[in-house]
């Protein structure tokens, strides 16, 4: 009997997922993108190459424990491990006049990964599953280009970094808080 992963029959908690983010962004939609980001796997194959990254895989759950009054199930998908990066990035440089952004640090990640491309009219599923590819294997550069968090100066080679560390340096790196 083939296992149907917990995300494919609840698009009650992809809408949950839209609304911390939005699905467009600079007046482009980015639906496409963002189903595919939810259907792409965080495994245990990905967040054991860098120990303590499976936090991110808790993070994520807690984000769907929020979000879902169904049953969790045992995977986590790429959208959601970057939207509770996203949250941590706000908690982090709270912005007390703007108040609470996830969304503003969902789409920077989007950029940095170079997936803001991609809208609905330039879509290509092969290059988006590159992308993916490139992130979950951490196969991007020393500095973390490639990645969700590139640096100008990196001290060391991000692919060895837990993304809790990348993300700190990150935002020490580019805003001051």
């Known amino acids: 009997m083939a296992r149907i992963k917990f995300y494919e029959n609840n698009s009650e908690y992809f809408r949950w997922l839209l609304d911390i983010i939005g699905d467009n962004f600079e007046g482009k939609s980015y639906m496409l993108l963002l189903k595919h980001l939810y259907s792409t796997d965080y495994t245990e194959e990905h967040y054991m190459m860098v120990p303590n990254d499976s936090n991110r895989y808790f993070d994520a759950i807690e984000l769907r424990k929020e979000g879902c009054k169904c049953r969790y199930g045992d995977t986590v998908n790429l959208l959601e491990v970057m939207i509770a990066i996203a949250h941590?990035?706000?908690?982090?440089?709270?912005?007390?006049?703007?108040?609470?952004?996830?969304?503003?640090?969902?789409?920077?990640?989007?950029?940095?990964?170079?997936?803001?491309?991609?809208?609905?009219?330039?879509?290509?599923?092969?290059?988006?599953?590159?992308i993916c590819d490139t992130l979950l294997y951490r196969t991007y550069n020393f500095d973390g280009k490639g990645g969700l968090f590139p640096l100008k100066n990196p001290g060391f080679d991000q692919r060895k970094v837990e993304l809790w560390y990348q993300m700190e340096t990150y935002l020490l790196d580019n805003y001051e808080y």
Not at 107 to 126: G, H, P, S
Request: glycine share 2%; net charge negative.
């Open 88 to 130: 941590h990035m706000d908690d982090n440089a709270y912005d007390m006049v703007l108040g609470e952004q996830p969304n503003k640090w969902f789409w920077e990640l989007i950029e940095n990964i170079e997936l803001d491309e991609y809208d609905d009219e330039e879509y290509n599923k092969r290059n988006v599953d590159h």
